[in-house]
């Protein structure tokens, strides 16, 4: 996917400024809404790898989504305050 297309999803998703994004083990990105704190564990809609997870601490299989964060915050979105959990 290139550079331009990321780019448009970020803009097109309107999370600019609330939500974050991840990776499953298998490298599928998800966003997490609001404050971008995991609260609910689920399953990655394209391999069913676990996502997500509770108290917000995202599970430990899953990643940061670096470069959709760095788009992110190009187009004025904030820093994941829970960016501990994701790089734990």
Not at 35 to 42: L, V
Not at 62 to 75: F, L, P, V
Request: glycine content about 12%; proline content about 3%.
């Amino acid at each position: 996917m290139s550079l331009q297309e990321k780019q448009d999803i970020v803009q097109a998703l309107g999370f600019s400024h609330r939500g974050h994004f991840y990776n499953c083990i298998n490298g599928h990105t998800f966003v997490i809404t609001e404050c971008g704190g995991a609260m609910e564990a689920s399953q990655c809609p394209e391999c069913r790898a676990p996502i997500g997870g509770g108290n917000h601490r995202l599970d430990s299989s899953n990643t940061r989504a670096r470069e959709y964060e760095d788009i992110s915050r190009q187009q004025g979105g904030k820093e994941s305050p829970w960016v501990w959990a994701a790089d734990a």
